[in-house]
C-alpha cells in the first residue's frame, strides 16, 4: 500500500473517528492531526478565545482555525502523509486546504444521532493518558469514574453536555456533510455503529484496495 498518504477523517461527533485516526496514523505512520486536540491545546489568551465558541459547541472562526493548522502540517513528522481529525468543517476550509495540501482519500464514519448522543453523554476522559471511556456502553472504567491505568478522576469535556453535544450535531449536519460532496471522488464510507476492531480493519482494507 502506499504509505506516504494525506487523510481526512469525517464523523459525525462520538463516531469514533478520533479513536481511529489515532490507530491508523500509528499502523500507517502517518501524522495524527487533531484541530480539536490542537485548540485544547491552546494557552492564556488564545485559550479565552477559543473556549468561547468549543464550551458553547460552536466552531472557532476559520480564519482563526486555518492560522494554528497551517503551523501544524510544518511539522517534520507531516512529511511522510498525515491523518487530519476534525478538519475541514466546512466548505470554506475545504477550499482552503486545497490551496495548501493534496487530499488523497477521506474516510467518512457513519453513525446515528441517535447513537452519538448516547455515546457522547457517557463519554469521560483522563487527562493524563487521553484515553475516552464511555460510563453508559463500553469501554467503561473498572472503578466509577477514574482511570484504569492512571488511577486519576476523569473528565467531562464541557462540549460533552447536553446542549452543546445537540449543538454540534446539527452543525456536523448543517455545515460538515456538505464538504463529503466536495470531495465526492475520494470517499471511503465505513459504517461505525461497529467494534472498533472490525472498523480499523475495514479502513485499512479499503484504504489497500484503493492504492
Ligand atoms: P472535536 O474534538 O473535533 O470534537 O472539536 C472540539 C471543538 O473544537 C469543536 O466543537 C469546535 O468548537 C472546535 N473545532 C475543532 N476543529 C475545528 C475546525 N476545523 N473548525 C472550527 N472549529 C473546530
Redesign the pocket.
Known amino acids: 500500500m502506499q504509505t506516504k498518504m494525506n487523510l481526512i477523517f469525517v464523523g459525525p461527533?462520538g463516531s469514533g473517528k478520533?479513536t481511529q485516526a489515532k490507530i491508523i496514523s500509528k499502523e500507517l505512520g502517518l501524522a495524527h492531526i487533531?484541530?480539536?486536540?490542537l485548540?485544547?491545546e491552546a494557552k492564556g489568551e488564545l485559550k479565552e478565545k477559543v473556549d468561547n465558541?468549543?464550551n458553547r459547541?460552536?466552531?472557532?472562526p476559520?480564519n482563526l482555525?486555518l492560522e494554528i493548522l497551517k503551523k501544524r502540517l510544518d511539522g517534520d513528522d507531516c512529511k511522510n502523509g498525515f491523518i487530519l481529525?476534525?478538519?475541514?468543517?466546512?466548505s470554506e476550509?475545504a477550499k482552503a486546504l486545497d490551496k495548501i495540501m493534496k487530499v488523497d482519500k477521506v474516510i467518512e464514519i457513519k453513525i446515528s444521532d441517535k447513537e452519538a448522543l448516547k455515546r457522547l453523554s457517557g463519554r469521560w476522559i483522563c487527562k493524563k493518558c487521553g484515553i475516552a471511556y464511555n460510563v453508559l456502553t463500553s469501554p467503561k472504567p473498572k472503578k466509577d469514574k477514574i482511570c484504569d491505568s492512571c488511577n486519576i478522576p476523569l473528565y467531562q469535556r464541557e462540549?460533552d453536555k447536553p446542549s452543546p453535544i445537540k449543538k454540534?450535531l446539527k452543525i456536523y449536519h448543517e455545515e460538515t456533510e456538505p464538504v463529503l460532496e466536495y470531495y465526492q471522488d475520494k470517499i471511503i464510507s465505513i459504517n461505525g455503529e461497529r467494534s472498533i476492531e472490525e472498523i480499523q480493519e475495514e479502513i485499512l482494507k479499503r484504504l489497500k484496495n484503493a492504492n
Open positions: 461527533q478520533g487533531s484541530t480539536g486536540d485548540l485544547r465558541y468549543t459547541g460552536n466552531l472557532v476559520d482555525i481529525d476534525g478538519f475541514p468543517r466546512n476550509q462540549d454540534r
